[in-house]
């Protein structure tokens, strides 16, 4: 049974264009003038973007001494009817080791996800396991570690550490990413915080300003670049972190920064709220800043040096926030985004003239899939590709609110947000996964885990590179060399 796609406006990354779009089997067969299939979708007055990816989940982790309440199952339904068609979460490693890790998160995944999804492996500290299982995570299909620089004591990896994985990764083919926050830094602010008698989640915010994040930015690409490989910074939330980022892309570099629809959108005044839960509910880590930041942060993506626009979803519900009562460094980092992000980027980025559509769909879909290797497959608009689409419907608009998400949380960090713009259909491998006016449900199991290759070619051209303009011995003749010393 084939599908077509009529009547609509094809949006790519490089240009847009008005064709129909034959679905057949899990693949798009053909793009063209007056296609004809089995059954017809209508696309009239609509744009027709990939499916969104977005690379930086946390569904159901292990997480100061909880468990983020978003499950495979609602975070996945959530995320496509909202269009994104793709998650990438963070697997984080126990006392088990990486592998052990790897099936545990499977074991939810695969039986839960409505969409396809993909993994980055977190590196929590360094040793000769953790050397010989990196090669074994690469063969499994993922080609991304993660470090975290911040929460000392927990996942916290210190720059020897790191400067290790990242040569691993070099070795590899693979990318490393980064958390960068100064956690030694970010520790004894909390301390002092807590001591002159600060415990509300105001503090958060002022244990982690944006100098402990500029700091570990730079750090991290300096290490990166004594690696020899390129870096993902993940949630780029100020100037501070951004331009350390240009500077090293100035400078030749292969640094990527994700910045969140969070940090774009919503500023720091969040935690000054009355209501302990309102502030609560915003703890994150970076925190929400300076409303001066969204301008970095949103000329970073026209520019081209911020590449993509991700969630963190971390969603922990008011109940666990109570963990951090009386003492804002137990409050569960982390904030809900996946559903919005497409509709709130459109919103105050398209409507607003910050980004082109096309802009919109390299940051949110063909950017990251072409950073992880998985392009054309997915982030693409082309005969053979993935069949993840999104009708997107420009008229469509809602008031974001808890009461009618999908989402399973008590509470959305955009309440009452209004946007215009939403999925009139979004497809998965070809599958009708979401209909607007329709009560879809979740089809727990239908994901398929997507496989990234190693990519040597720029970890290559680096050490290629760095080996030309190495350091060279001087070679120096007898008669160069002072005699009877
Ligand atoms: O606050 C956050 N971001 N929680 C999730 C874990 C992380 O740091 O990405
Ligand atoms: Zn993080
Ligand atoms: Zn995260
Ligand atoms: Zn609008």
């Known amino acids: 049974m084939s599908k077509v796609i009529k009547g609509g406006t094809i949006v790519a990354a490089d240009r847009t264009y008005e064709a129909d779009i034959l679905v057949e089997g899990e693949h798009i067969a053909a793009i063209g003038k007056d296609l004809s299939g089995d059954t017809v979708i209508d696309a009239e007055g609509a744009y027709i973007l990939p499916g969104g990816i977005d690379p930086h989940t946390h569904l159901e982790m292990p997480f100061m001494g909880t468990t983020a309440a978003e499950t495979w199952e609602s975070g996945t339904f959530a995320a496509l009817s909202g269009g994104t068609t793709m998650v990438v979460d963070f697997v984080i490693p126990g006392p088990g080791g990486m592998l052990e890790a790897l099936e545990e998160w499977e074991s939810k995944a695969q039986r839960q996800a409505s969409s396809d999804y993909s993994y980055h492996m977190c590196v929590t500290n360094w040793s000769e396991q953790n050397f010989f299982d990196m090669a074994k995570v690469v063969d499994r299909g993922i080609n991304t570690f993660k470090h975290f620089m911040a929460y000392k004591g927990a996942l916290m990896v210190n720059d020897d550490e790191m400067f290790a994985s990242f040569q691993r990764c070099a070795a590899l083919g693979a990318l490393p990413l980064v958390h960068a926050e100064n956690g030694d830094i970010v520790a004894a602010l909390q301390q002092k915080y807590m001591d002159s008698g600060m ?13 402990v994040e500029g700091e570990a930015t730079n750090r991290a690409i300096m290490i990166a670049d004594a690696a020899g490989v390129p870096l993902y910074v993940v949630h780029v939330s100020c100037e501070q972190s951004h331009e350390a980022i240009r ?4 400078k030749g570099m292969r640094v990527y920064g ?17 209501d302990w839960m309102h502030a609560a509910r915003r703890v994150m880590s970076p925190p929400f800043r300076d409303k001066l930041n969204q301008d970095s942060l949103w000329a970073g993506l026209a520019a081209g040096s911020l590449q993509v626009v991700a969630t963190d979803h971390a969603a922990f519900t008011s109940e666990q926030k109570t963990l951090g009562l009386d003492d804002f460094r137990k409050i569960p980092n982390g904030t809900g985004g ?15 003239g910050r980004l082109t559509m096309n802009e919109f769909v390299a940051v949110t879909s063909t950017n990251i899939a072409q950073i992880l290797n998985i392009y054309p497959q997915k982030g693409a608009i082309l005969p053979g590709s993935d069949a993840d689409l999104v009708v997107w419907d420009p008229k469509l608009s809602k008031t974001i609110s808890a009461a009618n998400q999908k989402s399973i949380i008590d509470y959305n960090v955009f309440e009452g947000f209004k946007v215009h713009g ?14 607007h ?23 290559q051209a680096l050490s290629k590179w760095k080996e030309i303009t190495a350091p ?12 009877g010393v």
């Open 437 to 459: 006016g329709q009560n879809d449900q979740p089809q727990p199991g239908r994901g398929k885990f997507v496989k990234r290759r190693a990519f040597p070619a720029a970890n």
């Open 258 to 274: 994700e910045p969140l629809i969070q940090h774009l959108t919503l500023d720091e005044s969040e935690y000054q709220n009355a």
């Open 338 to 352: 996946l559903e919005d992000r497409m509709s709130v980027l459109w919103a105050r980025g398209v409507e607003t």
């Open 422 to 435: 939403l999925p009139r259909y979004t497809l998965s491998r070809g599958d009708i996964v979401w209909s």
């Open 472 to 483: 060279r011995a001087v070679t120096r003749s007898a008669e160069h060399m002072p005699i």
């Open 199 to 211: 415990p509300g989640p105001e503090a958060h915010a002022y244990s982690r300003p944006p100098e």
């Open 247 to 250: 500077r090293a892309r100035q």
